[in-house]
């Protein structure tokens, strides 16, 4: 994106970003300071989030997956377990941008439930709440491609046809090819 005439990137800026440049929409981070820090900690811890993710998606022996699950599902133990009690989304009731940084992956998972034995409550029941409130949120199903792209590219990947960067570069260009 650009913004004044400079290249801009890295979703968890942009994020930031447009709550800057969009003051008079509702706030996705809060606005006391010790509040607003820890919120950027779990957004930040949440970022790590996607690594976790495709690893998870390239592993093909059974052996690599069973490992990759398992860090996956504690790594967003770990993360629901600071989540507030209070409410459905990490801050509560309010849906917050560290709910924003975890969204791609929750709408994502069903690509881990068809290919790699993936299943919510494997995380915990706090991950699995925290997560469905997630993904049955409107503005998360308004704004996500779940037949787009993105989860095509995680199928082939599960079924071994893309093990490598290169591979999905060439599959991206052909995909962006088509829709340019």
């Known amino acids: ?18 709550e800057d440049l969009f003051p008079e929409a509702p706030k996705l981070l809060p606005t006391e300071p010790v509040e607003k820090a820890r919120a950027r900690i779990w957004i930040e811890t949440a970022g790590k989030i996607p690594a976790l993710h495709a690893a998870l998606v390239r592993a093909q022996t059974v052996e690599e997956q069973d490992t990759k699950r398992k860090e996956y599902y504690e790594a967003l133990r770990k993360l629901a377990d600071e989540k507030d009690p209070s409410g459905p989304y990490f801050l509560g009731d309010k849906f917050s941008l560290v709910d924003v940084t975890i969204s791609p992956w929750v709408v994502r998972d069903f690509v881990l439930t068809e290919h790699r034995g993936w299943d919510r ?28 792209f993105p989860h095509h590219r995680e199928a082939k990947m599960t079924e071994g046809n893309i093990q490598t960067n290169e591979q999905y570069s060439k599959l991206y260009e052909s995909f962006t090819t088509r829709v340019a």
Do not use: C, H, Q
């Open 121 to 148: 409550a494997g995380a915990g029941e706090k991950w699995k709440a925290w997560a469905d409130a997630i993904a049955t949120r409107p503005s998360v199903i308004n704004t996500s491609s779940v037949s787009g």
């Open 1 to 18: 994106m650009k913004a004044k005439g400079k290249p801009i990137y890295e979703s968890l800026i942009l994020n930031e970003l447009f």
